[in-house]
């Protein structure tokens, strides 16, 4: 097999590796660095993150199995420094060494930060990643004033964001009119007037010279000699190609990494795709032309011949509530151009081409933005206009599948990922697709920005006529491989008697008979809480570290982190941990966050003789179940306790040890209101008070930091088992398979969740189920370590495939 490596995670790249995957799926063994501790994710979408429409589980595109499943080697969180191009190898800062035959860079790019005096100082940022994302919602739970540097696309939507989070904001732009490359005076002037009423105050033509404040930024200086106060400073103007390491390593670069008509480089066998490259002086930065350079270089790299890329027109919109505006191509008029316009000032609509030769060379439509993909097939078909009516929306404003009949079929639906209307139409008609998901799962159409869907949505309606199910085509479907929700699985599962996740998939039609990472577990799960004590676990439709019982470190190795019961050992198991640890040389020994002892770096094929050794339970570091109760030492020991929180611990991990939930639990149990085990931010969390215990719940210390809501107050040991039964029974039975504790209450509701447990019969039904589920589960290592099947089939050196 050729060994092709990528540098950089991200958009363009991840998505020509999948279209290499669609091409030759064994033709590479793939090695992917991405500098970014995260598997591939939309970066487009951060602006939504930024202004709380989505989270950042929401986003992600490409989630670790997926790169498992196709045999990616991942190497996040390390950055490639350096690419030696005559022994044909990369470097990373680790001092890892990977051979290539083939190699993609697609290192992106990095936000432009103004070379000016206090750029450095803390609360300035660009906004290109997660990491910026988070900084700025961090900063608005604690400061008031932002201002963000450049109306662009970029500077636009994260001044809405930071208004969203509650900050007053300035947009400071040096130009006179707003995103003046994409948008002419009258367009640029209505958005201005829009985002003033939303909140947002403009400087207009200001040029910040400093940035002032101590460590933290205070203000900034513009070269008029005036000022505006600023606790947080987010600078938008522009990006600049990341080409350092291709620079270093001898590879031509001028704005970009110079590439040609096929992506290639100046080195043989290096091929550059996405922001960090230049095609014909053009460095692009809207994914649609980058995933169309991705086909190419994909096409070229599986030895097809592909057409050779020309370069893109490329159409804008920008992703603010209460905009509506598109642009394309180009904007001024010079004396070759004629432009044909329509401006209704009243309701801010603004409607202008430009036309050359009796051909569309530009697009600015504001307000109303329904003609955008009939003049983009114009203009990027270079359209002959005579007698054509431009502005047809004028017409038949309403839209809906009226218009789409008379749309062309090479019509651009979708334009980030290049779809048009009949490639829609066709998948839906030969591959069954009744609903959004399944269009976008087969088509791409809608998995970037968005924007498209509804208007896929009426080509669905349009496709199916009478068949159109309106409230079932927007239901979220399990996956792409069928179009039925959790609910109706449920429902099924339990109507027909259906018994395997095989079974499921063949009698509600699946239509990919295997299924894949996203429906199998999901399957798997349901079938085992509705089934409770009968259903025999399908093992190999787990997730891949549920599938080892171990959790899968980024350099391929796993690790290993025995059972200590609500943070309590003795001086045998830890010697027994230590001598483990010395005779199988592992390379870290650390303590978890949630109490435990994690062995690191511990090789597959050590596995089972390491939990032979140890005779200890799995402490379940891996899994969708309950992780970890942590304890404070509580009433034996310090002088505030008023409960045994210690014991109450040891007795609920003893209890829920190995139960399947929906997504991780962890409890946190602290003996007095200080809450020393931090129960306020666990999925349940018990504190001790006079006479009882508090239970809290939803609470969650991760990406979404959320704080526990109060369930109940109970006043003994026994109610509290009884509660914590109920309610994570209800969870098991009510959430979406992956939905966290706190994202399940916020949807269904704490009143909704408080309701149903008031009702002591209802209680005891959940315990009586409970119950019955618990007494199925054994000890996965005792079960390894006795069985020479599972060991072969799992923990010898050759790969298991989280598909297999
Ligand atoms: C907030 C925001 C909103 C946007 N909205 C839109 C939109 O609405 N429509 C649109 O079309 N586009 C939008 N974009 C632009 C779009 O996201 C980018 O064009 C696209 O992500 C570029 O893809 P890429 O793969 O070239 O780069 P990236 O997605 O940036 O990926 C590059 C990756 O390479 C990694 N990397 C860099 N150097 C190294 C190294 N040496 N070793 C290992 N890894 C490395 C980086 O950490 C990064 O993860 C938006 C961008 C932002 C920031
Ligand atoms: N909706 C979308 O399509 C979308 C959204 C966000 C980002 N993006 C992409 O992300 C990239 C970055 O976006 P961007 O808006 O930063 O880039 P941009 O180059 O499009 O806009 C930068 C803006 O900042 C202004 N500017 C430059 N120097 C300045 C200064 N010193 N002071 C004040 N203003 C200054 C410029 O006049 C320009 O309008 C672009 O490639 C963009 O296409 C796209
Ligand atoms: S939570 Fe209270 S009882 Fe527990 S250790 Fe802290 S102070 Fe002591
Ligand atoms: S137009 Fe952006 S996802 Fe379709």
């Known amino acids: 097999m050729k060994k092709l490596v990528m540098i950089g995670n991200g958009m363009a790249g991840v998505r020509t590796i999948e279209e290499i995957l669609k091409l030759s799926p064994n033709q590479f063994e793939i090695t992917i660095f991405g500098q970014e501790p995260h598997p591939n994710y939309n970066r487009i979408k951060l602006s939504n993150i930024l202004q709380g429409d989505t989270s950042f589980e929401e986003i992600i595109i490409n989630p670790l199995d997926w790169y498992k499943e196709n045999n990616i080697q991942l190497f996040t969180g390390e950055a490639v420094t350096k690419i030696d191009i005559a022994a044909k190898k990369v470097i990373s800062d680790q001092g890892r060494e990977v051979e290539y035959d083939d190699l993609i860079i697609a290192t992106g790019s990095n936000s432009f930060i103004l070379p000016i005096p206090g750029a450095d100082k803390i609360g300035v940022t660009g906004f290109r990643d997660i990491k910026d994302c988070e900084m700025m919602i961090k900063s608005a739970e604690n400061y008031k004033k932002a201002v963000v540097i450049g109306g662009g696309l970029l500077g636009l939507e994260a001044a809405r964001g930071l208004l969203n989070l509650g900050m007053k904001v300035d947009v400071v732009h040096l130009m006179p009119s707003l995103m003046e490359r994409q948008l002419d005076p009258i367009a640029s002037s209505l958005l201005k007037t829009e985002l003033e009423s939303q909140g947002m105050r403009f400087l207009m033509e200001k040029e910040t010279v400093e940035i002032i404040g101590d460590e933290r930024v205070a203000g900034l200086r513009f070269k008029d000699g005036s000022f505006a106060r600023a606790d947080l400073v987010v600078m938008a103007i522009g990006i600049k190609s990341n080409t350092m390491v291709a620079k270093e390593s001898g590879i031509y670069v001028n704005r970009g990494i110079v590439v040609n008509d096929f992506m290639e480089t100046s080195a043989p066998n290096v091929y550059a795709v996405g922001e960090c490259a230049e095609h014909r002086e053009i460095v692009y930065g809207l994914v649609a032309p980058l995933y169309e350079q991705g086909k190419i270089l994909a096409e070229r790299i599986c030895g097809k011949e592909p057409v050779p890329y020309e370069g893109s027109v490329t159409g804008t919109q920008l992703k603010v509530a209460g905009v509506d505006l598109y642009s394309a191509g180009e904007i001024f008029e010079d004396g070759t151009t004629k432009s044909i316009m329509v401006y209704n000032e009243y309701e801010g609509i603004y409607k202008r081409v430009l036309v050359r030769d009796n051909r569309i060379v530009g697009i600015v439509l504001y307000g109303d933005t329904k003609d955008s993909t009939r003049l983009f097939r114009m203009l990027s078909k270079k359209e002959d206009i005579t007698g054509i009516s431009i502005f047809e929306s004028q017409c038949s404003a309403e839209g809906g599948s009226g218009d ?50 509804p208007m896929v949505n009426d080509i669905l309606a349009y496709t199916l006529g009478d068949q159109f199910d309106a409230s079932a085509a927007q239901k979220t479907s399990i996956c792409g491989c069928t179009t039925i929700s959790r609910e109706e699985l449920v429902a099924e599962i339990k109507e027909k008697g259906l018994t395997s996740v095989k079974e499921v998939m063949n009698v509600l039609e699946w239509n990919n008979e295997e299924g894949c990472t996203k429906c199998r577990p999901a399957i798997n799960y349901y079938l085992g809480m509705i089934h409770m004590d009968e259903y025999k676990d399908d093992r190999d439709s787990r997730l891949v570290n549920e599938k080892m019982h171990a959790n899968i470190q980024k350099d391929g190795a796993y690790s290993v982190v025995p059972r200590m019961y ?215 290592w005792n079960e390894a370590i006795e069985s020479e099947e599972i060991k072969d089939k799992y923990y010898t050196k050759h790969t298991v495939k989280a598909g297999e």
Not at 405 to 422: H, I, R
Not at 572 to 595: M, N, R, S
Not at 732 to 760: C, I, P
Request: aromatic share 6%.
């Open 566 to 780: 609500g943070g309590v050992t003795t001086a045998a198991d830890l010697k027994k941990i230590a001598e483990v640890a010395e005779k199988y040389e592992v390379p870290l020994v650390k303590l978890t966050g949630g109490q435990r002892i994690g062995l690191f770096g511990v090789k597959k094929e050590d596995l089972p003789s390491m939990w032979e050794e140890l005779d200890m339970p799995s402490g379940y570091a891996y899994g969708k179940t309950l992780r970890t109760v942590k304890t404070c030492v509580g009433a034996q020991f310090c002088r505030y306790g008023t409960q045994d929180s210690m014991s109450l611990g040891i007795e609920l991990e003893k209890k829920f040890e190995r139960l399947d939930t929906p997504h991780k639990v962890k409890m946190g149990v602290s003996a007095c209101p200080r809450n020393c085990s931090e129960a306020g931010i666990k999925d349940i969390g018990f504190v001790g008070i006079d006479g009882g215990w508090e239970i809290y719940v939803a609470g969650n210390g991760g990406v979404d930091l959320r704080a526990g809501d109060l369930l109940a107050t109970v006043k003994t040991e026994a109610d509290v088992m009884e509660m914590t039964g109920a309610y994570l029974q209800y969870y098991r039975e009510t959430a979406n398979y992956l939905e966290r504790t706190s994202k399940w209450v916020e949807r269904v509701g704490l009143e909704h969740v408080k309701e149903v447990l008031a009702n002591a019969e209802t209680r005891k039904e959940l315990n009586e189920r409970m119950d019955q589920t618990l007494k199925k589960y054994i000890e996965p």
């Open 404 to 453: 789409i009949a008379s749309m062309p079929n090479d019509e651009l639906v979708c334009g980030c990922n290049g779809v048009t209307k009949g490639a829609i139409v066709e998948a839906i008609k030969t591959q069954g697709l009744t609903t959004l998901d399944q269009v976008s799962h087969c088509t791409n159409a809608g998995r970037s920005c968005g924007r498209c869907k």
